[in-house]
Structures are given as structure tokens and as C-alpha cells.
């Protein structure tokens, strides 16, 4: 029996927690394949990952490879993908039960022609230590239990579909040929961002399906880390902005829903730049947006003269601050990471 979902787990030095993400993975039995990825690992992944496999051979691959990070893992895991649909796990992550098996059923009853290009569900925000954790929806954007079209909704600013969010057709991702660059963080913005245009059967799901544990210092959406890793941060940053440029033809509203991802991502590099505030960061933010006005001038009109463009290209020190502090409201209100 063909599977129904394939789930990818990149797992780097993952042992404390990839047990729990797989075990939450399980529950869906033979409709699906886990495919753990385990990316050159020095703890004791390898041998977690090769006891699952063994315990649960029908369900459970391993791929072994040498450290190319997230991206690379993704990569691999998609060679190997063989569902009807896909999607990615962090082995840090893990999935509702009754949210999984209402997602299972849909995707038996949409098989075939039936098929959607892309699921949508809510994901929650596991922050450590807060009680009441953030649900990230879309009831008040999309259509619930009907299919749609991007010529149909409008997504609003503030509203972005990360890859917690998302479950593509499987070869779809195959057609985009996606390959995400190895040795780099972040990459899940490029994952999600560059099958779009060849989305077009949607369906939303009013489930909360995927677990985003927030918590460890180590990781990479910790503000600290971004800093430290900003070139790999606006690598991703202008590879969005290279491939949305040689796109024509986009519907209107997918159109502006790809500006806007990018001015978020953008409005992200440039406030990491300016909340460090060295010289060397400052000329960074600047040579960012250079390149944005050398590589489409349409584009960086559109962000430069938008909310976050003002803000960002505020004067002196006082313009920095007042620019962290428009960014800090900004995440209150639209809960961005």
C-alpha cells in the first residue's frame, strides 16, 4: 500500500528528544513513512535512529549522511520520500494526536485526483516556561474544510505560512526541484517559499497540529544565535530575493503574498544588523538593501516605502532603537518568531 504521508526528521545531535518527536510520529501507523535523516551526528542519534528502524521496519528509514545541516537533510529525505504527501518534523518538535489523525483522514479521502498541492494547519508555540502557549492560526484568513485557490483568499500582512504550517504534495516538491543549500540555517524559509507558484489546490485544516518547541538556548531562531549566524540569515534572505525575481505570470495575490514574505524576512536581517550595531553590521543592512534596489527595482520600491522600509532607514542611533522597538510591536501583535 502506497503511503499517504511521508515525514522527514533531520536529527543533528539529537539524542535527549528525537524519541518523543517519533514516537508523537508513530501514531499514524502504516499510512506513513518516517524518514530520519541523521545528519552526521556525534551523540547517540545514529543508534536511537537505527533501533527505531529496527523496531518499526514497515514505518521507519534511515538515512545516514555526513553533517550538511538542515537543508541537506531535507535534501536526502526527499530522495527517499515515496507518500503522497510530505512533510518535515524537527526531531526538537512533535505532533497532536487527535490533530494527526483528522490530518490522516483527509489525506486518505484525497488521493489521486482528489489531491491537494498544499494542507495548511495551525502549529503552537511550546515556549518553555509560559503556561499558555501561542496558537498560530488561519480561521480568520482562509476557508475552512473547502478548497481554495490563491485567486480566492488574501492573506493579510502579519500571516505567513511557515513550514510548521504546511504539508506540500509530495511531487510537487519533486517538480520544483527544490534543493536546499547545505551548511545553512534558515533554509525553511526557502523550503516553504519556493513551491508557491506551483500551488494552487489549498485546503485548511482548523487543527493544532504541530508541536514548535521554543526553549533551548542552542537554537536557531534564539535572537543570540541569528546574530551570530546573520550571513546565513541574509544568504537565505537574497536567495528569495533572486528566485522571486525571475518569476512572471504570478496570480495577483500570491503575488503579494511572496512580497511580503520577503519584506518580513527582510525586516528580520535588518533589525538583527541593527540591534547589534556594529559598524561592520550597519554596512551589512545597507549593502542588503542595495542589493534588493540592484536586483529588482519594483521590489525594493515596494519594501523601501512600506511600514518596515520607514522604519528601517531611520537616522542615527535614536532611528535604531525606535526601529527595534516598531519590530518588538510588530511581533506582539502578528506573534512572528
Given amino acids: 500500500m502506497k503511503k499517504l504521508l511521508s515525514i522527514i526528521v533531520p536529527c543533528y545531535n539529537s539524542e535527549d528528544y528525537m524519541t518523543r ?47 550538511g545541516g538542515h537543508g541537506q537533510a531535507i535534501n536526502a529525505g526527499l530522495i527517499e520520500a515515496s507518500g503522497l504527501y510530505l512533510k518535515v518534523v524537527d526531531s526538537d ?5 487527535e490533530a494527526y489523525a483528522t490530518i490522516l483522514a483527509f489525506l486518505e479521502a484525497h488521493q489521486d485526483e482528489e489531491m491537494m498541492d498544499m494542507v495548511i494547519s495551525n502549529y503552537v508555540y511550546e515556549k518553555q516556561g509560559v503556561k499558555h502557549k501561542k496558537v498560530m492560526e488561519y ?36 517538480e520544483a526541484n527544490i534543493k536546499l543549500p547545505k551548511h545553512t540555517f534558515y533554509v525553511d524559509n526557502l523550503y516553504v517559499f519556493k513551491p508557491l507558484p506551483l500551488v ?25 544565535v541569528m546574530i551570530s549566524r546573520i550571513d546565513q540569515q541574509l544568504f537565505v534572505n537574497q536567495e528569495m530575493i533572486r528566485y522571486f525575481s525571475t518569476l512572471e505570470n504570478l496570480d495577483s495575490n500570491l503575488e ?15 533589525i538583527l544588523l541593527l540591534k547589534e550595531g556594529s559598524s561592520e553590521n550597519l554596512v551589512k543592512k545597507d549593502q542588503l538593501w542595495r542589493f534588493i534596489e540592484t536586483t529588482n527595482s519594483d521590489l525594493y520600491n515596494t519594501l523601501r516605502h512600506g511600514i518596515f522600509g520607514h522604519a528601517l532607514h531611520l537616522p542615527g542611533k535614536l532611528g535604531r532603537k525606535t526601529a527595534v522597538r516598531i519590530y518588538r510591536t510588530a511581533q506582539k501583535i502578528y506573534g512572528f518568531n
Fill in 256 to 270: 503579494l503574498y511572496m512580497v511580503r514574505y520577503i519584506e518580513i524576512i527582510t525586516a528580520v536581517s535588518s
Fill in 93 to 97: 518538535d512533535w505532533v497532536d494526536p
Fill in 139 to 174: 480561521r480568520s484568513i482562509l476557508p475552512i474544510n473547502k478548497e481554495f485557490s490563491w485567486n480566492t483568499v488574501q492573506f493579510p500582512i502579519g500571516k505567513y505560512l511557515l513550514m510548521h504550517s504546511v504539508i506540500y504534495r509530495t511531487s510537487l516538491l519533486k
Fill in 21 to 67: 518527536c517519533v514516537e508523537s510520529l508513530l501514531v499514524g501507523g502504516e499510512a506513513v513513512e518516517i524518514i530520519i535523516v541523521n545528519d552526521g551526528s556525534s551523540d547517540g542519534t545514529s543508534h536511537i535512529a537505527d533501533q527505531l528502524q529496527v523496531k518499526y521496519p514497515t514505518i521507519i528509514k534511515v538515512v545516514h549522511q555526513e553533517n
Fill in 200 to 224: 494552487n489546490r489549498m485546503y485548511y485544516l482548523d487543527v493544532d497540529f504541530y508541536r514548535y518547541y521554543i526553549g533551548r538556548d542552542d537554537q536557531s531562531v534564539n535572537e543570540t
